[in-house]
């Protein structure tokens, strides 16, 4: 993956790091680095996609915190905190930077034809083995046809 997909992002925690994939319909923001909210130092992790056009967390755990000192959840204030900041941040970012999600939208093509590409081989290979097993097949019916015709027409000769 190049280096346009992946990156880091100034939010009001600090700055953290981003990946984005999917196609450029996702993108998930977080790194090593802690960030404080409220005072407490979190690893924290976001998960976001693109629904109709706006970033979005994705799913009831789109949002992870864990205190770096204590090792527990971080409070429903804390994670809304960090959802609204890496969303608003997100946004205004891609918004600046357009290139990075046609990167990702690119990338993600580029698989994808690889994958079509590979499958591709393996259907011609499958082809390939097939074909040769109808000749095959082919061939052990034409003997049989000739060993029935000489049979019937040894008969139909005594």
């Known amino acids: 993956m190049s280096t346009a997909t ?19 319909d996702y993108v998930y923001i977080g790194g090593d680095e802690p960030v404080t909210v409220f ?6 992790h976001c998960r976001l996609k693109r629904v109709n056009g706006l970033w979005e967390p994705e799913g ?22 960090v959802r609204e900041a890496y969303t ?8 600046e930077n357009p290139e990075v999600l046609t990167e990702a939208a ?25 074909r040769a097993e109808q000749m095959t097949k082919t061939g052990e019916l034409e003997k049989l046809v000739e060993q029935i015709s000489t049979a019937r ?4 000769k005594t």
């Open 6 to 24: 992946k990156g880091k992002l100034q939010t009001k925690f600090g700055e953290v790091g981003y990946t984005a994939c999917g196609g450029a």
């Open 88 to 95: 608003a941040a997100w946004t205004e970012f891609v918004t």
């Open 39 to 44: 005072g407490v130092a979190y690893n924290a």
């Open 106 to 130: 690119r990338e993600q093509l580029e698989r994808e034809i690889e994958r079509l590409e590979a499958d591709m081989v393996d259907t011609y290979k499958k082809y390939d083995q097939l």
């Open 60 to 81: 009831s755990g789109a949002v992870y915190l864990s205190r770096r000192d204590t090792y527990g959840d971080g409070s429903p204030a804390a994670r809304k905190a």
């Open 153 to 156: 027409f040894t008969k139909v």
